[in-house]
Nanobody, 124 residues
Framework: QVQLVESGGGLVQAGGSLRLSCAAS????????MGWFRQAPGKEREFVAS????????VYADSVKGRFTISRDNTKNTVYLQMNSLKPEDTAVYYC?????????????????WGQGTQVTLSS
């Protein structure tokens, strides 16, 4: 089993930055593809970004491309989401997810483990 714990969320002004962290435990996730998703009130959970097991491939949702960066530190079993130029529409609960395959994926159904989420709130 893999446990994922997100941190780094909070209240930030539009235009600001936040860095989310996702610490994995229970098993090393170095070879696992990792992803970030988010869910705003009244909306479905949506894909934000994914990174392959080796870290060499990344994919982003169009809505965050150029503003968000996903990265991983396999020495710390941790994945990050650097979020810059934040907008009010980025307000959501952000979830970290892991899949037991190396290849990254977009659909949330492809992920096997999920964290509890961290709240990101933008003030205009």
């Amino acid at each position: 089993q893999v446990q994922l714990v997100e941190s780094g969320g909070g209240l930030v002004q539009a235009g600001g930055s936040l860095r989310l962290s996702c610490a994995a435990s229970g098993r090393t996730v170095n070879s696992y593809a990792m992803g970030w998703f988010r869910q705003a009130p009244g909306k479905e959970r949506e894909f934000v970004a994914s990174v392959s097991g080796g870290g060499g491939s990344r994919v982003y949702a169009d809505s965050v491309k150029g503003r968000f960066t996903i990265s991983r530190d396999n020495t710390k079993n941790t994945v990050y989401l650097q979020m810059n130029s934040l907008k009010p529409e980025d307000t959501a609960v952000y979830y970290c997810a892991a899949r037991t395959l190396t290849v990254l994926a977009v659909p949330r159904s492809r992920y096997d483990y999920w964290g509890q989420g961290t709240q990101v709130t933008l003030s205009s």
